[in-house]
Nanobody, 121 residues
Framework: QVQLVESGGGLVQAGGSLRLSCAAS????????MGWYRQAPGKQRELVAT???????NYSGSVKGRFTISRDNAKNTVYLEMNSLKPEDTAAYYC???????????????WGPGTQVTIAS
């Protein structure tokens, strides 16, 4: 199976920066798109950014221009560089990977356990 482990969360002041990382491990054929989602207390989980295996990216409007998603395919790792952080960015951030576990098998979605990001005003 596939395991995703996020790191890099923490507490920072508004206007500050953080870099999240998510490494995938386990047995699989290939990782397709990877992405970051977040969930604030009392709210639904929402998309932050995604990146395909070819490097095409997609961002939510609320983070566009402030966050940058990237990936290292050799390391099966996706990153989220977050700048100009705002209190409303406070949430648990979850890594997601769309994975082909075995050749010719259906693609499956895997989630990490999440990492907390708290922005103090």
């Amino acid at each position: 199976q596939v395991q995703l482990v996020e790191s890099g969360g923490g507490l920072v002041q508004a206007g500050g920066s953080l870099r999240l990382s998510c490494a995938a491990s386990g047995s699989f054929f290939s990782i397709n798109a990877m992405g970051w989602y977040r969930q604030a207390p009392g709210k639904q989980r929402e998309l932050v950014a995604t990146i395909t295996s070819g490097g095409s990216t997609n961002y939510s409007g609320s983070v566009k221009g402030r966050f940058t998603i990237s990936r290292d395919n050799a390391k099966n790792t996706v990153y989220l560089e977050m700048n100009s952080l705002k209190p409303e960015d406070t949430a648990a951030y979850y890594c997601n990977a769309d994975v082909t576990v075995r050749l010719f098998s259906a693609r499956r979605s895997f989630w990490g356990p999440g990492t907390q990001v708290t922005i103090a005003s």
